[in-house]
T-cell receptor, first 112, second 115 residues
Framework: AQSVTQPDIHITVSEGASLELRCNYS??????LFWYVQSPGQGLQLLLK??????LVQGIKGFEAEFKRSQSSFNLRKPSVHWSDAAEYFC??????????FGAGTILRVKS | NAGVTQTPKFQVLKTGQSMTLQCAQD?????MSWYRQDPGMGLRLIHY???????DQGEVPNGYNVSRSTTEDFPLRLLSAAPSQTSVYFC??????????????FGAGSRLTVL
């Protein structure tokens, strides 16, 4: 069965520091992988996606993620965090990008 | 384009009441789905549809009913609400069921409280 693990429930980083959010997945075939962000009281916004090809993918707001098949991971990174990045981040895996299975989410706090 | 529109945004029900959460998309998407979001559990798939007249169960379908009479609309019905159905519900759609290039577009969510 498909599953997604986000090991960190909460992460706190200082503004301007680098960020890495971890995501590990279990999937029987080549996965379609996503990162979404949710600000408080809002819907989900797509940050980036991986379907095939280059394993380092760029997204919006300066985020990037690297697909590592050998480690079943798809970690999200940002070189310098801004206060506006405080939100909840979800990793997801699915077939054709539709029937997504989501991780439990990581809440990012940014301290000034 | 409005995208994916959900109504109502907020709803309070008493145990045993029924209600329908509405979802409409204006992007001519084939695929539509409903998720529920609970703290610490991420989003879980309730039901989905790959086209008008076709629906199927997701991970947590019990207590919910769906139908897809048109391409645009995909309502979610709670037949007899229970406190365990207190949650935030998201409707999502995508262009095509068989293409690897799908990306889900989410609605803004409907917060339901069952007393």
């Amino acid at each position: 069965a498909q599953s997604v693990t986000q090991p960190d429930i909460h992460i706190t980083v200082s503004e301007g520091a680098s960020l890495e959010l971890r995501c590990n997945y279990s999937y029987g075939a080549t996965p379609y992988l996503f990162w979404y962000v949710q600000s408080p009281g809002q819907g989900l916004q797509l940050l980036l996606k991986y379907f095939s090809g280059d394993t380092l993918v760029q997204g919006i707001k300066g985020f990037e993620a690297e697909f590592k098949r050998s480690q079943s991971s798809f970690n999200l990174r940002k070189p310098s965090v801004h206060w506006s990045d405080a939100a909840e981040y979800f990793c997801a895996v699915g077939e054709y990008g539709n029937k997504l299975v989501f991780g439990a989410g990581t809440i990012l706090r940014v301290k000034s | 384009n409005a995208g994916v529109t959900q109504t109502p945004k907020f709803q309070v029900l008493k145990t045993g009441q029924s209600m329908t959460l509405q979802c409409a998309q204006d992007m001519n998407h084939e695929y539509m789905s409903w998720y529920r979001q609970d703290p610490g559990m991420g989003l879980r798939l309730i039901h989905y549809s790959v086209g008008a007249g076709i629906t199927d169960q997701g991970e947590v379908p019990n207590g919910y009913n769906v139908s897809r009479s048109t391409t645009e609309d995909f309502p979610l019905r709670l037949l007899s609400a229970a406190p365990s159905q207190t949650s935030v519900y998201f409707c999502a759609s995508s262009r095509d069921r068989n293409s690897g290039a799908n990306v889900l577009t989410f609605g803004a969510g409907s917060r339901l409280t069952v007393l």
